[in-house]
């Protein structure tokens, strides 16, 4: 399964979230699942119940520094094509479409 996660910290004080979202990029990068980084979300492969699990330790650490937080979660669970990898095989099936590298 893949999943975007998209948190954002509201009332910090400050219009830069990028302080606030080290610990969580710190959580994601501790959890041992494959991951993308990306200006507006994470992209995280794992199961379902790692994948939450995960969401949720993210969304509390983000409330230990902020008085509101909004995390949206995107799933893509696809089901037919089991196994991991997906993270990176989804961009390169795009690639191969378009007959070039799609990164600048």
């Given amino acids: 399964m893949l999943a975007e996660l998209e948190i954002v910290p509201l009332g910090t004080g400050s219009a830069s979230v990028s302080p606030a979202l080290a610990q969580v990029a710190k959580l994601i990068d501790a959890s041992g699942l494959d991951y993308r ?40 669970d696809r089901r037919d094509q089991p196994g991991s990898g997906r993270i990176t095989s989804k961009v390169a099936s795009l690639e191969a479409k378009v007959g070039k590298s799609l990164k600048k």
């Fill in 37 to 76: 980084v990306g200006p507006m979300g994470t992209v995280v492969e794992g199961s379902w119940d790692d994948v939450m699990k995960l969401a949720k330790q993210c969304h509390e650490a983000m409330l230990k520094n902020a008085q509101r937080v909004m995390t949206t979660i995107r799933v893509d």
